[in-house]
């Protein structure tokens, strides 16, 4: 029975990670990998956990260990957009495969990463990630050239590769099928990284408001995020326009976004149209702008789109405001009514936005259902029950 868990990620923040350590330790701990190592380690305290990162940009061959965690770094040969490669890696993950069989656990599910350690390791108990990134099987009709290329051989690889891995934990249902194409049996949990709760106390309206500035007169829509264009952040702006148009009193606000970021398509068009642009905002104060707001919106229609529920949608939820967006499909509880709103096209998204603003009663439980369902200790509470059952196996 294996009682000990090594997430293996890979560096693509680069621009947010020191490239050695740190007094803060964010050379070890940044990102989705070594956020989720610590989680499995103060969640399921039983299991010994590791976080071995492959960094292009890494100087050297780093370790260390946080908060019970031990961090391992290894430099790496660093492909953009096809693979990070590291013979010290292979190698020594041979060797603790062979003295300790830990489960494996390989964010973002299609990655070479992931391709390669359920190819080269299809003995050990393989658990693969999934919150966003495209499918080859998507992807290889959407590309071209030596993307489109790529596409296929990367069906190739998770046809052979898919067999070995023993769970995928994914964010979106619209994504199954693909995963289906490369192995009809795979096996699948859907799943979120969860609500910190630690961070999310949410406060009255008028208490958030009278902080943040906010007229009390006014009604808010918030979105959390990058202005993406997959997340059509035109077409928000523009149902916005449309409403604001009828009811001069409704604002939008925007947090996160990041003057000058090439993927931020539709930040120009916000500053035009009047939206409040708020910049980035630490995570322990976004209580007080999910308190302050009426309704949250994310967009989510198009067919590329495969980020699930979403983190913000969950905090926002976790601080009593009711979300709008078709990715609310994604829920996993059996009371969506009273959570939200789930328009499916672009015309309904006005009508369920205004319908949430003016029927705030309609809206109830919601931080009670985030807590059962998407707080870290459900969440890991699922993952350890997974865990259990692999290791038993």
């Known amino acids: ?3 000990k868990v090594l997430v293996i990620c890979h560096n693509y923040e680069p621009e947010h990670i020191p490239p050695k350590p740190d007094e803060e330790k964010r050379f070890y701990t940044y990102g989705f990998g070594g956020n989720f190592g610590k989680n499995i380690k103060k969640y399921i305290s039983e299991y010994e956990v590791e976080v071995w990162r492959l960094d292009g940009y890494a100087g050297g061959y780093y370790e260390d260990i946080v908060n019970l965690v031990k961090y391992r770094v290894f430099p790496s040969f660093h492909i953009s957009n096809v693979a990070d490669i590291s013979l010290k890696f292979l190698f020594e993950l041979k060797k603790e495969v062979k003295k300790n069989n830990p489960i494996l656990i390989v964010p973002h599910t299609h990655y070479m990463i992931s391709y390669m350690v359920a190819l080269l390791f299809k003995r050990s108990k393989i658990i693969t990630t999934h919150h966003g990134e495209w499918s080859p099987f998507y992807r290889v009709n959407k590309t071209s050239g030596l993307r489109k290329l790529k596409s296929f ?23 199954i099928p693909y995963f289906q194409k490369a192995y009809k049996n795979i096996t699948y949990i859907l799943w979120s990284t969860g609500v910190n709760f630690e961070y999310m106390n949410p406060v009255p309206k008028e208490q958030a408001r009278r902080e ?13 995020g990058k202005l993406y264009e997959y997340k059509q952040a035109d077409v928000m702006i523009k149902t916005w326009l449309d409403i604001k148009n009828g009811r001069p009193e409704i604002e939008l606000v925007v947090i996160g976004n990041t003057p000058g970021d090439p993927w ?4 120009q068009l916000a500053v035009d149209s009047g939206v409040m642009v708020l910049g980035r905002i630490l995570n322990k104060e976004l209580y007080k702008y999910y308190s302050a707001a009426d309704v949250y919106v994310l967009f989510a229609l198009r067919d590329d789109y495969f980020g699930g529920t979403g983190v913000a949608a969950l905090e926002s939820l ?3 405001t009711p979300v709008v967006s078709y990715a609310l499909r994604n829920y996993i509880g059996d009371n969506i009514n009273e959570l939200g709103e ?7 998204y006005k009508e369920a936005l205004l319908k949430v603003i003016d029927n705030p009663r309609n809206y109830k439980m919601m931080r009670d259902s985030m807590f059962e369902n998407y707080s870290y200790q459900a969440v890991y509470g699922r993952l350890k029950n997974l865990l259990q059952d692999l290791s038993e196996q």
Not at 153 to 175: A, G, H, P, V, Y
Not at 264 to 267: A, G, P, Q, R
Request: net charge negative.
């Open 1 to 3: 029975m294996s009682r």
């Open 153 to 175: 051989f990367d069906i190739m690889l998770e046809k052979i590769s898919f067999k070995n891995i023993d769970c995928i934990l994914t964010s979106e249902l619209n994504q």
């Open 212 to 224: 943040l500035g906010w007229d009390l007169n006014k009604k808010y829509i918030l979105y959390v």
């Open 264 to 267: 931020e398509k539709h930040y």
């Open 318 to 320: 976790a601080c009593n």
């Open 342 to 348: 789930v328009p499916d096209s672009a015309e309904k």
